[in-house]
């Protein structure tokens, strides 16, 4: 069983469970000075929700999230970097993790045009030393407990006070679900959220570790298993067989991915419909192929030409398929959003190479309001928040980014030349004439029929900022806190905190002009000038 009173709650639960919609907060700090961050960890401790917290009915979680400039300051930087020389897995991602994500945008993410890292809002790319962010509170509540999660922000205001000089506020970002008749879509008006990965031991209960079918990796023949917990939760078996990032420090922690992505709702209805006019089809009919699903959540794979909402709101129906009885795409688009994102056992997509290595677990809520249906673009900011939960960023994440939405597919009689992800694909642009050589393809399952050819495809993602965090475990949030290993062995973070074995790597020196504990102007706690507890 996996420790789950020492682990994050948001690494293996999220309050947006199909029609259980969330409330997201998200505050983004500044530290100047380590004891006075130490000293701010320790006050927000109690607050920080466990896994065990959530299944026991917490209407509000509080997670905490580090940087790595906040690892380094608070003097773990040397076991970063001992993972890095010696564990060829760690390489990737904790390099992916000291750059940054702005520095890995353009290059690794595709970042570019109107989602280059120059072109964010102000906040995610104001630089220098004052500007330097250390750690992302992450606050979340069904919706309806708004009054929870209230009171909680204001126990971290409280905090902010009584740490102002050590601690400073950058900025805030605030996402809700919608609710009603738009309970579990996202801004273009599709359901989300339906496929995340199964994870072995992730509750107590053996059976909800299996998740709803089609939720984890497909079985030779039938059925589906679940995927190995070190695939998101650090110093735990993966997929490989491997344990990843055993220091004690990065134990039963994991990385998250923070994207603000704001969706051109109008420029998408807009493209839709024309296309639907010139091929005299549905601009639903378009969305949905470029997509992969309906509106209502059913899957292309098991509803190709309409929608069916019953199918859409069956969680034991709406995601049990494979792309294998559909290798030339004419149910689901080879090149559609889902396919691209999770290909499953597909030989002939993007993923033939071991997908199961590649999963990630996504926490994604709108912000802003909906655009009504028929109204024009408003020039409103509205978007997704998009949280990534995983293991290995390199391996995990900036793959998926990197070779299956950015990537263009090879060219095949139903594949076309510059085919990137039709929604968060960054669509090429020519030079001089300034057009878009973005294309999408929709095969026809009718015999003598041409298939559609969406041309000048635009970008209706753009990225407005992010940045990549570590979410500690327990334990490691109370050595943040105390400079010091944690007393007892208790299994209620709210009543104490395990124990953190002793590191088994040797102090690192730390890095030409790297922050460390005993670089600061005032005096450290016991045990903050330790490189390595």
């Known amino acids: 069983m996996l420790e789950l009173g020492r682990i994050q709650s948001n690494i293996l639960r999220g309050f947006r469970r199909g029609s259980d919609p969330a409330v997201e907060h998200f505050v983004f700090l500044h530290f100047g000075r380590v004891e006075g961050a130490r000293s701010f960890v320790a006050q927000l401790l109690p607050l920080v929700t466990s896994?065990?917290?959530?299944?026991?009915?917490?209407?509000?979680?509080?997670?905490?999230?580090?940087?790595?400039?906040?690892?380094?300051?608070?003097?773990?930087?040397?076991?970063?970097?001992?993972?890095?020389?010696?564990?060829?897995?760690?390489?990737?991602?904790?390099?992916?993790?000291?750059?940054g994500m702005r520095c890995r945008a353009a290059s690794i993410l595709g970042d570019t045009g109107e989602s280059a890292?120059?072109?964010?809002?102000?906040?995610?790319?104001?630089?220098?030393?004052?500007?330097?962010?250390?750690?992302?509170?992450?606050?979340?509540?069904?919706?309806?407990?708004?009054?929870?999660?209230?009171?909680?922000?204001?126990?971290v205001d409280a905090a902010l006070v009584a740490h102002a000089g050590a601690v400073r506020r950058l900025h805030d970002e605030h996402a809700e679900a919608f609710t009603g008749a738009y309970a579990g879509t996202e801004q273009f008006g599709y359901a989300?959220?339906?496929?995340?990965?199964?994870?072995?031991?992730?509750?107590?209960?053996?059976?909800?570790?299996?998740?709803?079918?089609?939720?984890?990796?497909p079985r030779k023949r039938r059925g589906w298993d679940p995927l190995e917990p070190g695939e998101f939760v650090l110093g735990q078996i993966d997929e490989s067989g491997q344990i990843q990032f055993r220091s004690p420090f990065f134990r039963n922690g994991s990385f998250m991915v923070f994207r603000k992505l704001r969706q051109h709702v109008g420029r998408f209805r807009d493209y839709t419909a024309a296309v639907a006019r010139r091929k005299s089809v549905t601009a639903e009919f378009v969305g949905a192929k470029m997509?992969?699903?309906?509106?209502?959540?059913?899957?292309?794979?098991?509803?190709?030409?309409?929608?069916?909402?019953?199918?859409?709101?069956?969680?034991?129906?709406?995601?049990?398929?494979?792309?294998?009885?559909?290798p030339n795409g004419l149910r689901c688009p080879l090149g559609s959003h889902i396919r691209r994102n999770n290909p499953r056992e597909d030989p002939s997509g993007p993923g033939s190479v071991q997908t199961r290595l590649h999963r990630i677990i996504r926490r994604s809520t709108p912000y802003g309001p909906r655009l009504p249906e028929?109204?024009?673009?408003?020039?409103?900011?509205?978007?997704?928040?998009?949280?990534?939960?995983?293991?290995?960023?390199?391996?995990?994440?900036?793959?998926?980014?990197?070779?299956?939405?950015?990537?263009?597919?090879?060219?095949?009689?139903?594949?076309?030349?510059?085919?990137?992800?039709?929604?968060?694909?960054?669509?090429?642009?020519?030079?001089?004439?300034?057009e878009s050589q973005g294309k999408f393809l929709i095969?026809?399952?009718?015999?003598?029929?041409?298939?559609?050819?969406?041309?000048?495809?635009?970008?209706?993602?753009?990225?407005?900022?992010?940045?990549?965090?570590?979410?500690?475990?327990?334990?490691?949030?109370?050595?943040?806190?105390?400079?010091?290993?944690?007393?007892?062995?208790?299994?209620?973070?709210?009543?104490?905190?395990?124990?953190?074995?002793?590191?088994?790597?040797?102090?690192?020196?730390?890095?030409?002009?790297?922050?460390?504990?005993?670089?600061?102007?005032?005096?450290?706690?016991?045990?903050?000038?330790?490189?390595?507890?």
């Open 51 to 99: 896994c065990l917290d959530f299944d026991q009915g917490a209407r509000c979680v509080l997670n905490i999230g580090l940087t790595y400039p906040a690892v380094a300051m608070f003097g773990y930087g040397g076991q970063a970097r001992a993972l890095d020389q010696r564990d060829h897995e760690a390489t990737g991602t904790i390099e992916a993790f000291k750059q």
């Open 117 to 155: 890292p120059e072109h964010w809002e102000a906040a995610y790319r104001e630089e220098g030393p004052q500007h330097q962010l250390h750690a992302v509170l992450c606050l979340n509540a069904r919706s309806g407990n708004e009054g929870a999660l209230a009171e909680t922000l204001a126990k």
């Open 192 to 217: 989300d959220g339906i496929a995340q990965p199964a994870i072995y031991e992730s509750y107590a209960d053996p059976s909800e570790s299996d998740g709803q079918p089609g939720d984890g990796t």
């Open 291 to 326: 997509i992969g699903r309906w509106p209502s959540g059913a899957p292309l794979m098991l509803a190709p030409d309409r929608d069916d909402p019953e199918l859409g709101a069956d969680p034991t129906r709406n995601n049990d398929f494979r792309y294998a009885d559909d």
């Open 374 to 434: 028929g109204q024009p673009d408003d020039g409103v900011d509205r978007g997704v928040i998009f949280v990534v939960i995983n293991a290995d960023i390199a391996r995990q994440f900036e793959f998926v980014q990197q070779n299956w939405v950015q990537s263009v597919l090879s060219s095949t009689i139903l594949t076309l030349p510059a085919d990137r992800d039709p929604i968060i694909g960054q669509q090429l642009v020519d030079e001089d004439t300034g």
């Open 443 to 533: 095969p026809s399952s009718k015999r003598n029929q041409a298939p559609i050819i969406a041309w000048g495809l635009p970008t209706f993602v753009t990225t407005r900022g992010g940045a990549y965090f570590l979410l500690p475990s327990l334990d490691a949030l109370w050595n943040v806190a105390y400079g010091t290993d944690c007393p007892g062995q208790s299994d209620e973070p709210a009543e104490g905190c395990p124990a953190l074995e002793p590191s088994p790597e040797e102090p690192a020196e730390p890095e030409p002009g790297e922050p460390s504990a005993d670089a600061v102007s005032e005096p450290s706690v016991p045990g903050a000038e330790t490189a390595d507890p």
